[in-house]
């Protein structure tokens, strides 16, 4: 039986963001393991395809693939290429778990204040685009 096919995924560079190119790639790949995307046991694209898809350099690729393998996200096989580790989920688990509590609280706030999920989402959307645009005028936010 042939290996399956890396599934692919969408990637845009944010040229404003101080944060390095393989860093936001670094990046990506972590929240499409958090998300689902790729699950535990699933290979990523290689870095000579992904490069390629992306259109950014292999040496980019690779510097992104070996801050994912340093920091437990993917185990590596020379020849074999990279793959989700079964415990990739929990390499950021106390940071998302500070960041659900934090937003949690916010949420139960403006719900006490009478808003809406809807209207708390719009709000969140809107704070997220502004410091977006912030940081891309060179404010620390």
């Known amino acids: 039986m042939a ?24 990046n990506r790949i972590v929240y499409l393991i958090n998300s689902g995307y790729y699950v535990p046991g699933e290979q990523l694209p ?55 509590a934090v937003m949690q609280d916010c949420i139960n706030a403006c719900r006490a204040m009478g808003m809406s999920l809807d209207d708390i989402q719009l709000r969140m959307i809107r704070m997220v685009r502004q410091f977006k645009q912030e940081e891309g005028r060179g404010r620390n936010v």
């Open 3 to 26: 290996a399956a096919t890396p599934k692919t995924f969408s990637f845009s560079m944010d040229e404003s963001s101080d944060i390095p190119l393989w860093a936001q790639l670094r």
């Open 46 to 100: 290689t870095v000579r395809a992904l490069a390629s898809d992306i259109s950014i350099n292999y040496n980019t690729v690779n510097k992104a693939y070996l801050a994912l393998k340093s920091d437990g996200y993917v185990e590596s096989t020379r020849g074999r290429g990279a793959f989700v580790r079964a415990s990739a989920a929990d390499a950021d688990g106390s940071l998302s778990h500070e960041a659900d």
